[in-house]
């Protein structure tokens, strides 16, 4: 049995996979049955099944645990700029930036509360950024952490893992506590908040549908493309009834008379001003008029169209069919001129049969092309970004130069590639199995390399070297900065409830509290918060760990 003791507990490739195969299978099958006060850790006992096979004995050679560790970081941290690029510049917007605001709080504060701890307590910068990277459950600010330190030094710090380990725990909780205990301390009513909520009109973003009739005499006569200089808005008339009940695909050209019934598709935020302007709002069911218009939705596929806007292909205002929305990562864009098409996106049209068939040879419309992977742009951006991540630069004050990293420089290019690649014809989209996949394999891969390469050390850490204080200090660095943003977000920005729970979320990039808070607002407001913060919160956990280790540790 010689053979099987080796497989396990001796050397060579065999063994690595045995050992990184049993680390993560055990590690899922944790996170799917397990559960601590009705809370998941999730993928994170990855890291604790990682932790037990090597304090039991089950080690990987070095190099080449260390390689999978930061492929698998570069991967996961790739594929998350892949997942928030499309939406990290316009989460800088007015309503985004007081949300990222809040998050920011949250971020520096925790930072702020870390040093204060290392001063206070004389415990070594790395190991305080691993405990700040469990408090805050961000994963990919203990591989950044790890990786500047490495990078720094020469050598890893097993006790960055370990304050992790020992921190994330309480993190999860604290941080769906601290969500709790703002309802409480702000006295807040779940119903009255839901109303309040409804009464808003603003909170509606998106495309909007609405008819209007006619009224206003300015327009008599207009053709639609004077309309629209005149009103100066994103919206698309998809169709015109006219007064004899004929229905129409309108043109540029087509004039607006007075009477017509228009159905305007339009941001919401412009809706009301649009019906003010145009005339009056009236209810009408168009898919119950006989007409020989269709409305389809159709899907890119055709990579020549791929960064092209509707106005450079022709496809407004000027033929039989109208596409009046275009759906991207589960948002309704206003089909104007200059927005440009992308690889999945998903188009609505209204027109003509033969028109709309045109118009579904020219995009594709081809689902089963989506699902082959467009593997050569993920490698090049992968290659890209080690290769900003390795570029080392001066900062004054520090002694040596400083690198991006395998976290930081894949991380930038990936959200990059994914706003900007059109301009450089890359098509980065993947679907969000294939990027969930990818993400998962190489969170599993990082934390599987993290916990078998801290195990060996962990229980005496804790035992005799005071490690149980570190449960401690995460919870300080997990609760105050939560609180401290919440009297902000909600005493200062006037946030409602259910927005500052999923900013709250997001600010720890942390999907089981994102899920409570779903549960308790039972609308989409917590999963805006999340959702428009996440990008530059994961940003800023990454870059803060750096720096943290560069200041502190260099």
């Given at each position: 049995?010689?053979?099987?003791?080796?497989?396990?507990?001796?050397?060579?490739?065999?063994?690595?996979?045995?050992?990184f195969s049993?680390?993560?299978?055990?590690?899922?099958?944790?996170?799917?049955?397990?559960?601590?006060?009705?809370?998941?850790?999730g993928?994170?006992?990855?890291l604790?099944?990682?932790?037990a096979?090597?304090h039991f004995?089950?080690?990987?050679?070095h190099?080449?645990?260390?390689?999978?560790?930061?492929?698998?970081?570069?991967?996961?941290?790739?594929?998350?700029g892949l997942?928030v690029?499309?939406?990290?510049?316009?989460?800088?917007?007015?309503g985004g930036?007081?949300m990222?605001?809040?998050?920011?709080v949250?971020?520096f504060?925790?930072?702020?509360?870390?040093?204060?701890?290392?001063y206070?307590?004389?415990?070594?910068m790395s190991?305080?950024?691993?405990?700040?990277?469990g408090?805050?459950t961000?994963?990919?600010?203990?591989?950044?952490?790890?990786?500047?330190?490495?990078?720094?030094?020469?050598?890893?710090?097993?006790?960055i893992?370990?304050?992790?380990?020992?921190?994330?725990?309480?993190g999860?909780?604290?941080?769906?506590?601290?969500?709790?205990?703002?309802?409480?301390?702000?006295?807040?009513?779940?119903?009255?908040?839901?109303?309040a909520?409804?009464?808003?009109t603003?909170?509606?973003?998106g495309?909007?549908?609405?008819t209007?009739?006619?009224?206003?005499?300015?327009?008599?006569?207009?053709?639609i493309?004077d309309?629209?200089?005149?009103?100066?808005?994103?919206?698309?008339?998809?169709?015109?009834?006219?007064?004899?009940?004929?229905?129409e695909?309108?043109?540029?050209?087509?004039?607006?008379?007075?009477g017509?019934?228009?159905?305007?598709v339009?941001?919401?935020k412009?809706?009301?001003?649009?019906?003010?302007?145009?005339?009056?709002?009236i209810?009408?069911?168009?898919?119950?008029?006989?007409?020989e218009l269709?409305?389809?939705?159709?899907?890119v596929?055709?990579?020549?169209?791929?960064?092209k806007?509707l106005?450079?292909?022709?496809?407004c205002?000027?033929l039989?069919?109208?596409?009046?929305r275009v759906?991207?990562?589960?948002?309704?864009?206003?089909g104007?001129?200059?927005?440009?098409?992308?690889?999945?996106?998903?188009?609505?049209?209204?027109?003509?049969?033969?028109?709309l068939e045109y118009l579904?040879?020219?995009?594709g419309?081809?689902?089963?092309?989506?699902?082959?992977?467009?593997?050569?742009p993920i490698f090049?951006?992968i290659?890209?970004g080690?290769?900003v991540?390795s570029?080392?630069?001066?900062?004054p004050?520090?002694p040596?130069?400083?690198k991006?990293?395998?976290?930081?420089?894949?991380?930038?290019?990936?959200?990059l590639?994914?706003r900007?690649g059109?301009?450089?014809?890359?098509?980065?989209?993947?679907?969000?199995?294939a990027n969930?996949?990818?993400?998962?394999?190489?969170?599993?891969?990082?934390?599987?390399?993290?916990?078998?390469?801290?195990?060996?050390g962990?229980v005496?850490?804790i035992?005799?070297?005071?490690g149980?204080?570190?449960?401690?200090?995460g919870?300080?660095?997990t609760?105050i900065p939560?609180?401290?943003?919440?009297?902000?977000?909600?005493?200062?920005?006037?946030?409602?409830?259910f927005?500052?729970?999923?900013?709250?979320?997001?600010?720890m990039?942390?999907?089981?509290?994102?899920a409570?808070?779903?549960?308790?607002?039972?609308?989409?407001?917590p999963s805006?918060?999340?959702?428009?913060?996440?990008?530059?919160t994961?940003?800023m956990?990454?870059?803060?760990?750096?720096v943290?280790i560069?200041?502190?540790?260099?």
């Amino acid at each position: 049995m010689q053979w099987l003791n080796n497989l396990f507990f001796g050397t060579g490739i065999a063994h690595c996979v045995v050992a990184f195969s049993v680390v993560i299978a055990l590690g899922v099958l944790l996170g799917k049955y397990v559960k601590i006060a009705g809370i998941s850790f999730g993928i994170t006992w990855i890291l604790f099944a990682g932790i037990a096979a090597s304090h039991f004995g089950i080690r990987v050679e070095h190099n080449v645990l260390h390689f999978l560790k930061e492929f698998g970081l570069i991967l996961f941290v790739y594929s998350i700029g892949l997942q928030v690029g499309p939406g990290f510049f316009s989460s800088f917007k007015k309503g985004g930036l007081q949300m990222n605001s809040i998050a920011m709080v949250v971020v520096f504060s925790g930072v702020a509360l870390t040093i204060a701890l290392h001063y206070a307590t004389g415990i070594p910068m790395s190991t305080m950024v691993g405990i700040l990277s469990g408090a805050v459950t961000n994963t990919p600010g203990l591989g950044a952490a790890e990786q500047t330190f490495t990078d720094l030094k020469g050598a890893g710090d097993p006790t960055i893992a370990l304050g992790y380990a020992v921190a994330y725990p309480l993190g999860v909780v604290g941080i769906i506590i601290s969500i709790i205990a703002m309802r409480f301390i702000f006295r807040i009513s779940l119903d009255a908040e839901r109303k309040a909520v409804e009464d808003r009109t603003n909170t509606n973003v998106g495309a909007h549908r609405c008819t209007i009739e006619i009224t206003n005499p300015s327009l008599h006569g207009k053709c639609i493309s004077d309309v629209s200089k005149l009103i100066d808005r994103h919206f698309v008339i998809s169709r015109i009834m006219r007064e004899d009940g004929k229905i129409e695909i309108p043109l540029f050209e087509s004039i607006l008379k007075k009477g017509d019934k228009v159905l305007v598709v339009s941001e919401r935020k412009d809706a009301d001003f649009l019906c003010a302007f145009i005339g009056n709002r009236i209810d009408m069911e168009w898919n119950t008029i006989t007409s020989e218009l269709e409305a389809r939705r159709l899907v890119v596929t055709n990579s020549k169209v791929h960064g092209k806007s509707l106005g450079t292909l022709g496809l407004c205002g000027r033929l039989s069919f109208n596409i009046t929305r275009v759906n991207r990562a589960g948002i309704d864009l206003v089909g104007h001129p200059s927005l440009e098409l992308q690889i999945g996106d998903r188009v609505t049209a209204v027109g003509t049969r033969e028109a709309l068939e045109y118009l579904e040879v020219l995009l594709g419309n081809s689902v089963a092309n989506l699902r082959h992977p467009n593997l050569a742009p993920i490698f090049i951006g992968i290659f890209l970004g080690v290769l900003v991540g390795s570029i080392p630069f001066m900062i004054p004050g520090i002694p040596q130069p400083i690198k991006l990293g395998l976290a930081g420089g894949p991380l930038i290019v990936a959200i990059l590639l994914s706003r900007f690649g059109t301009k450089l014809k890359l098509v980065t989209y993947t679907t969000a199995s294939a990027n969930l996949m990818i993400r998962e394999i190489g969170i599993a891969l990082f934390l599987a390399g993290v916990g078998l390469g801290a195990g060996e050390g962990f229980v005496e850490t804790i035992v005799n070297s005071g490690g149980y204080k570190w449960v401690g200090y995460g919870v300080l660095i997990t609760v105050i900065p939560l609180l401290i943003a919440g009297v902000y977000g909600r005493l200062i920005l006037k946030t409602d409830y259910f927005t500052l729970m999923g900013v709250i979320s997001g600010s720890m990039t942390d999907p089981p509290a994102i899920a409570y808070s779903n549960g308790v607002a039972g609308n989409d407001l917590p999963s805006v918060g999340y959702a428009t913060v996440y990008p530059l919160t994961m940003f800023m956990r990454v870059l803060t760990a750096q720096v943290l280790i560069i200041f502190f540790v260099a």
